[in-house]
């Protein structure tokens, strides 16, 4: 049962033979396959690593221009409102001081009116005091004296 | 092949001892086995490597699987530059001992089958290939600055050292061919005693140990050719 003859012999030619047939024959393209899967993995994974890190650079950058963007329309905002605010009060103040203008020159105008309607209202007085005074004594009185003393009462009537 | 002769030898496990030419005496149940392996094996890895695609299926991806398997035994005992050097030795010899030990717990319909490694001159012949192997190659890549390692850690070791290379290659072949050996003889064993069942149980272990075994004399394959590709 475990006699040694030329079977050992004949199975390390045989075991050999095998060896060279698939080494010389067979091997090569599926190890080169293998070599070649594993590479491409490999190159695979690390373009998909350099990938990602671009996308988060690019991500990085996209962010900071938002920011950028977005304060800078802050600024402009901020810049449009402080016009108008300043526009807004100059018109304020135009418009007080036409306002003020316009009352200024109405008073005025009224006191003008006042004036006059006093100097008229004081001539009419002026007469008809004179009239009822000469038509009390019963008498014309139309001396420039009697004018000048008569206007006097008067005054002191209406300015009493 | 072989089912009446070994009906006449009345052997358990018969050989087929035939004289082919004067005093060489040859085991042709050993060599059928032997040739029925290699072709199974060229075949297998044959059909894997025809149009080997980048994504693999079927046969392909049966044989990378071990191919992947072994590589990675390889690359660490060998490096890198000893993978691609031994790949295909070391894939042949872990395909032929799986298939050969599988080969002999095939249903016995027709065709006596056998383990090729259920002969001890098998497992020599293999585990020599591999000794004389480390020698010629453990030259080739380092000169002979490679029996440097016969006197490290000191010269006092070298018999040591001589009685491991005599050794290594003896208790190699006797562990692979006492593992199916003995698994066929109990396969047989069981058949006669308890014909259902149980050897059915016994031939699914066997299957297990015949992977474990080709495993096994690879790894210890991959550490004697280590010797030949470490750099001191």
Request: glycine share 4%; hydrophobic share 55%.
């Amino acid at each position: 049962m475990v006699n040694i003859n030329a079977t050992l012999i004949a199975q390390i030619l045989n075991f050999l033979f095998l060896v060279f047939i698939l080494a010389k024959f067979v091997y090569k393209p599926l190890l080169n396959v293998m070599e070649a899967r594993k590479n491409k993995i490999a190159s695979d994974l690390e373009a998909a690593d350099t990938a990602k890190v671009e996308a988060e650079a690019v991500k990085a950058e996209y962010a900071a221009k938002l920011a950028d963007a977005r304060q800078e329309a802050q600024a402009i905002i901020e810049n449009a409102r402080k016009n108008a605010q300043a526009a807004h009060d100059k018109i304020m103040a135009e418009t007080k001081a036409e306002q003020d203008q316009v009352v200024a020159a109405a008073k005025e105008a009224i006191e003008l009116e006042k004036q006059k309607a006093l100097a008229d209202v004081r001539a009419q007085v002026i007469s008809l005091s004179m009239l009822a005074a000469s038509k009390i004594v019963e008498q014309k009185l139309g001396s420039e004296e009697d004018k000048k003393m008569a206007g006097e009462i008067v005054d002191s009537i209406i300015n009493k | 092949m072989g089912n009446e002769a070994a009906e006449h030898s009345g052997e358990l496990i018969h050989y087929l001892a035939t004289e082919v030419a004067p005093g060489f005496v040859v085991h042709m149940q050993t060599m059928y086995m032997t040739w029925i392996t290699m072709a199974i094996v060229f075949m297998l890895i044959f059909f894997a490597a025809k149009n080997p695609k980048m994504v693999p299926s079927g046969v392909q991806n049966v044989v990378e699987f071990f191919i992947d398997f072994l590589n990675e035994l390889m690359e660490g005992q060998l490096g890198i530059k000893g993978r691609k050097y031994m790949a295909p030795f070391i894939i042949t010899l872990f395909m032929f001992i799986f298939i050969s030990n599988e080969l002999g717990l095939l249903p016995q319909v027709g065709v006596h089958w056998t383990s090729p490694t259920n002969d001890v001159n098998t497992c020599f012949a293999l585990s020599l290939t591999v000794a004389i192997g480390v020698h010629i190659i453990g030259i080739c890549q380092k000169g002979f600055s490679h029996y440097k390692h016969y006197v490290s850690p000191s010269p006092a070791f070298l018999p040591l050292h001589l009685l491991d290379e005599l050794v290594k290659p003896m208790t190699m072949a006797l562990r692979l061919f006492g593992n199916i050996l003995a698994g066929e003889i109990l396969l047989i064993v069981l058949y006669q005693l308890a014909p259902w069942i149980v050897p059915e149980l016994w031939v699914m272990f066997s299957l297990v140990i015949g992977f474990l075994q080709a495993f096994i004399f690879t790894m210890l394959t991959l550490t004697s050719f280590a010797l030949a590709f470490a750099h001191h």
